[in-house]
């Protein structure tokens, strides 16, 4: 906790800034680009994302208030970068957000950095059918492995919310899986 | 598929990979060229001023001007009289006698003793008070 203030008083600090803020891409950038590309599946997306999501960390670090832990702040942020684009898709497109996954889902067959099996896909499937806010939970706490308090943290809703949340995401995607 | 239970198979992955090492190298080098640059802090030359200071100085030129306004009135121009004029001659310059007479000519000079009546008392009362002994 000590290291995560000294580490946040070298971002604040303007002379301590640039090589704070580059440590700080290095550390996270990796398992942000994977909870970012989670969400939007397309890994140009994601790119562009990860690079909004960073800019967006920087330009404000002025404003964090270390109530939250860095970590769930800058997640947050991420998280917000990658539903604003599914959102801005499907608003050009004039449909639903959940159809933009699915369209995403269905090109990952013919993506470089798509490597599942059929199982693999499937399972993509039937989570994109699922409604975005338990795709959001089921995706954080499955394929990432995040706590329900640190999804808590980031998404701003209950531990017992986002478990029931879960609970209801793979019933769904079990039931997808047996009658597809 | 039948009876398929998430919990109960092995772990499955996303399927989705990550890009190689040199991927977030290159982004890392990308996204530190793209970092706003720092806001430096700028002194302005001029420094608005706030409204009730305008209304201040406002309130101080009308008072002012105002004031100026009510007493100094256009008044009109008075001419001094002629026994002002003499009085200021005589008394206020280095303006001699001689000098006015230098600047007589004839003409003035007749219309000065048209003007000027003498009488015999006025006479006698100058040469006295002049120690001016007349032998008749």
Same mark, same amino acid.
Not at chain 1, 122 to 130: G, T
Not at chain 2, 18 to 34: A, C, G, I, K, W
Not at chain 2, 35 to 49: D, H, N, Q, S
Not at chain 2, 56 to 66: I, K, N, S
């Given at each position: 906790?000590?290291?995560?203030?000294?580490?946040?008083?070298?971002?604040?600090?303007?002379?301590?800034?640039?090589?704070?803020?580059?440590?700080?891409?290095?550390?996270?950038?990796?398992? &942000?680009? @994977?909870?970012?590309?989670?969400?939007?599946?397309?890994?140009?997306?994601?790119?562009?994302?990860?690079?909004?999501?960073?800019?967006?960390?920087? @330009?404000?670090?002025?404003?964090?208030?270390? =109530?939250?832990? &860095?970590?769930?702040?800058?997640?947050?942020?991420?998280?917000? =970068?990658?539903?604003?684009?599914?959102?801005?898709?499907?608003?050009?497109?004039?449909?639903?957000? #959940?159809?933009?996954?699915?369209?995403?889902?269905?090109?990952?067959?013919?993506?470089?950095?798509?490597?599942?099996?059929?199982?693999?896909?499937?399972?993509?499937?039937?989570?994109? !059918? &699922? /409604?975005?806010?338990?795709?959001?939970?089921?995706?954080?706490?499955?394929?990432?492995?995040?706590?329900?308090?640190?999804? !808590?943290?980031?998404?701003?809703? !209950? %531990?017992?919310?986002?478990?029931?949340?879960?609970?209801?995401?793979?019933?769904?995607?079990?039931?997808?899986?047996?009658?597809? | 598929?039948?009876?398929?239970?998430?919990? =109960? =198979?092995?772990?499955?992955?996303?399927?989705?990979?990550?890009?190689?090492? %040199?991927?977030?190298?290159?982004?890392?080098?990308?996204?530190?060229?793209?970092? /706003?640059?720092?806001?430096?802090?700028? %002194?302005?030359?001029?420094?608005?001023?706030? %409204?009730?200071? @305008?209304?201040?100085?406002?309130?101080?030129?009308?008072?002012?001007?105002?004031?100026?306004?009510?007493?100094?009135?256009?008044?009109?121009?008075?001419?001094?009289?002629?026994?002002?004029? #003499?009085?200021?001659?005589? *008394?206020?310059?280095?303006?001699?006698?001689?000098?006015?007479?230098?600047?007589?000519? @004839?003409?003035?000079?007749? #219309?000065?003793?048209?003007?000027?009546?003498?009488?015999?008392?006025?006479?006698?009362? *100058?040469? !006295?008070?002049?120690?001016? *002994?007349?032998?008749?």
């Amino acid at each position: 906790m000590d290291d995560e203030k000294q580490f946040i008083a070298a971002l604040l600090n303007p002379k301590t800034q640039n090589e704070a803020f580059r440590q700080l891409v290095a550390r996270y950038s990796r398992p &942000l680009y @994977s909870h970012i590309r989670n969400i939007v599946l397309n890994h140009d997306d994601a790119d562009d994302v990860l690079q909004n999501t960073l800019i967006k960390v920087f @330009s404000n670090l002025k404003n964090f208030k270390g =109530e939250s832990k &860095l970590f769930s702040w800058i997640y947050r942020i991420a998280t917000n =970068e990658s539903l604003t684009l599914i959102s801005q898709r499907a608003k050009k497109g004039g449909i639903t957000n #959940e159809e933009v996954n699915e369209k995403a889902v269905q090109n990952l067959v013919a993506d470089e950095y798509f490597e599942g099996d059929a199982l693999q896909l499937k399972l993509q499937q039937a989570v994109a !059918s &699922l /409604p975005e806010k338990q795709q959001l939970v089921f995706k954080m706490h499955y394929f990432e492995e995040l706590k329900y308090e640190d999804i !808590s943290e980031i998404v701003g809703t !209950s %531990v017992g919310a986002l478990k029931a949340s879960y609970h209801h995401a793979v019933k769904k995607i079990e039931d997808y899986i047996n009658t597809h | 598929m039948n009876n398929f239970k998430l919990n =109960e =198979e092995h772990k499955i992955k996303s399927g989705l990979t990550s890009p190689q090492d %040199v991927y977030f190298e290159n982004f890392t080098e990308r996204l530190m060229q793209q970092l /706003p640059a720092p806001e430096i802090k700028v %002194v302005p030359l001029y420094r608005r001023k706030p %409204v009730w200071f @305008s209304a201040a100085a406002g309130f101080v030129v009308m008072l002012t001007g105002g004031y100026f306004l009510l007493n100094n009135s256009p008044q009109a121009t008075t001419q001094p009289d002629t026994a002002a004029i #003499e009085n200021y001659l005589v *008394y206020q310059t280095n303006v001699t006698s001689y000098d006015m007479i230098d600047h007589l000519d @004839s003409q003035d000079i007749k #219309e000065l003793e048209a003007s000027i009546v003498l009488n015999d008392d006025a006479i006698k009362d *100058y040469l !006295s008070d002049e120690d001016v *002994y007349l032998y008749e």
